[in-house]
């Protein structure tokens, strides 16, 4: 077969595969996260009123939502969406499944500009390698997972990667045209729009971006000098540059003290932690001197707990056997990556370590090696805002530096198969030879590499795909609020006559998911704006219904209640009570989770 064919037919399987792995299925094997309802019913307030469903026009630095002041970026993505299907799951999720296909895709595109004119590629070929990583990419766990639900991170990943890429184009490029720097800055500041973890990581890696270019400069001059031959070089470029970004990130830059940019830091930064200011002080008091000062003051401590987040980050629990400790970030049945791929990780950094100490005055080799540089920048960069803050290891918040590792995993695969094609298979033939059975069958060594790193991929999706979607959605289904969608469709059919109605949230935002399902007029959200009880931006009430945390607060008779079963156990024991039906809401796995009664 023609090698092109042969290339185009491998990478539209791979693609399809993508395809199919991330779209399956997409929107009813899980019910939606609170926050994908959120972020569904802004967009659709949005896209009909032009403000959210707070009564805010067209929020450009973050939208209110439940008082978490969610990035705005993932909201607009929605919107047309809604307007061409409606407000569904699939309209959610969709920008969040593009943005994953598009990583896949791109790795590919980036992981040639790595190695581009390396010595190594005689017969490895580069754009086979590049679809070596984007089948790695296609099939990663962790990419799955993320592509598959409405998660603002995958779609801030996916533009931090096209970001680089650009750089790496305008890099490549003999005459270095404006338009990919100015593309490559567009994509790093729409990253920040559409997560807060790239507030810091993506200005750090346009930094890290700028010095490469920098480096390129193979002058033999001091580096001051060097500077500023560099500077004189490229000021034109420079000061364009940095003006686009500074108009791109005005409303962020102007909103730095608002709770539109700094509310979520507060909630889960480590420097909110009372415990260690508390601990720091108790153990000064307790060895009072300078020593006691030094080693126990709060900044020593909390740089113990920053560090011991960070390196939990590479704990083989997390990256290989389970994952995060929260279920909606992994299956719980295996980790982030596969279990093999531990292996070609470690090989991974190998090769970059290996690379980067062999001195080279070749220009091509030292851009690729300023390269693999930048990724272990972009590694240790992508770490920090997951490293200060409470829940660590973190999945979704690392989620920007995926595309390393899987590039880290892909490099592994390459050394083991570089190792393995000058590995003398002599011994082994004349052993095949010598058994009748198999002297007259043929097969090369490289033939045998492929067949057996594809049995062990494939044993691995087969063992993910079947837990995932036969276990996963049963197992951890109030996980994902199952059944609060039958919650809404129960209310408006059993409400016509009884005005008040009283949601418990045992399983969290139950307004939300009634305004989602039933496609509320926002209009009418945004009038109880400013007269609904509130804790923090969840409404706790809106026309004749009222958000309860117990029984206590039903005071109106009769209404309808939509209770947990023991709630429900627990109004039974009232005299006073009378519950004339009930009906039960079930989760996937036929589970009681909610009762909808009426009660007099």
Not at 92 to 103: E, Q, T
Not at 152 to 175: D, H
Not at 359 to 374: A, G, M, S
Not at 457 to 462: M, P
Request: net charge positive; proline share 4%; aromatic share 14%.
């Amino acid at each position: 077969m023609n090698k092109k064919i042969l290339y185009r037919a491998t990478f539209c399987l791979i693609l399809i595969l993508a395809l199919f792995l991330r779209l399956y299925k997409i929107d009813t094997l899980l019910p939606p996260y609170w926050e994908e309802v959120a972020l569904g019913y802004d967009a659709y307030s949005i896209s009909q009123t032009l403000r959210d469903h707070h009564g805010n026009f067209l929020p450009l630095a973050a939208l209110e939502s439940f008082g978490d002041w969610k990035p705005s970026l993932y909201f607009y993505a929605i919107v047309p969406f809604v307007k061409i299907i409606g407000l569904s799951v699939m309209s959610v999720r969709l920008p969040s499944f593009l943005a994953g296909m598009s990583i896949v895709f791109g790795l590919g595109v980036l992981i040639k500009q790595i190695l581009q004119n390396n010595r190594g590629n005689t017969k490895f070929e580069l754009k086979n390698f590049g679809l070596l990583t984007m089948l790695v990419a296609a099939i990663s766990p962790w990419a799955i997972l993320f592509s598959r639900t409405g998660w603002e991170v995958n779609l801030a990943t996916a533009l931090i990667l096209w970001g680089i890429i650009s750089f790496f184009k305008f890099l490549r490029s003999e005459r270095k045209p404006l338009r990919f720097l100015l593309l490559s800055i567009l994509f790093l500041v729409l990253s920040m729009y559409a997560y807060h973890a790239t507030r810091l990581i993506a200005p750090l890696l346009g930094l890290g971006l700028t010095a490469i270019w920098f480096l390129e400069n193979n002058s033999s001059a001091s580096t001051p000098k060097k500077f500023l031959t560099f500077f004189y070089k490229n000021v034109a470029k420079l000061s364009i540059a940095l003006i686009f970004t500074l108009v791109l990130a005005f409303p962020l830059l102007k909103n730095l003290s608002n709770p539109a940019t700094s509310q979520r830091f507060r909630e889960t930064s480590i420097f909110s932690n009372l415990e260690i200011i508390e601990e720091s002080n108790f153990r000064k008091a307790t060895q009072p001197g300078l020593i006691g000062k030094i080693f126990y003051h709060r900044y020593i401590l909390f740089g113990r707990e920053i560090t011991k987040n960070y390196l939990s980050h590479f704990n083989a629990n997390f990256l290989f056997l389970k994952g995060d400790a929260n279920v909606r970030h992994s299956i719980q049945y295996m980790g982030q990556l596969y279990h093999i791929e531990i292996i070609f990780l470690l090989l991974g950094f190998f090769f970059v370590f290996k690379t980067l100490g062999t001195k080279t005055n070749d220009p091509e080799q030292k851009l690729q090696n300023n390269f693999l540089r930048f990724l272990l920048f972009w590694l240790f960069i992508g770490i920090i805002p997951a490293s200060i803050t409470h829940a660590s290891p973190h999945a979704l918040r690392i989620l920007p530096t995926m595309p390393v590792f899987i590039i880290l995993i892909a490099l592994g695969i390459r050394q083991l198969f570089l190792w393995f094609r000058n590995f003398d298979f002599t011994p082994i033939t004349t052993l095949k030879n010598k058994i009748p059975k198999l002297k007259n069958i043929n097969f090369s060594s490289l033939t045998i590499f492929w067949v057996v790193l594809l049995i062990f991929y494939f044993g691995e999706l087969s063992m993910f795909a079947r837990f995932y979607t036969q276990i996963y959605p049963l197992k951890y289904s109030n996980e994902w609020q199952a059944g609060q969608g039958d919650v809404e469709l129960n209310l408006r059919i059993l409400t016509k006559q009884i005005k008040q109605a009283y949601l418990s949230r045992s399983l969290g935002r139950p307004l939300m998911y009634y305004w989602f399902y039933g496609e509320t007029d926002p209009r009418l959200v945004q009038e109880w704006n400013n007269k609904a009880k509130k804790d923090q931006g969840e409404y706790l009430q809106f026309e004749g219904i009222d958000v309860i945390n117990s029984i206590d607060e039903i005071v109106v008779r009769p209404a309808m209640v939509v209770l947990s079963p023991k709630q429900l156990t627990e109004l039974k024991k009232n005299q006073e009570i009378k519950i004339v039906f009930s009906r039960e809401i079930v989760n996937l796995a036929k589970e009681t989770v909610l009762i909808v009664a009426e009660i007099r």
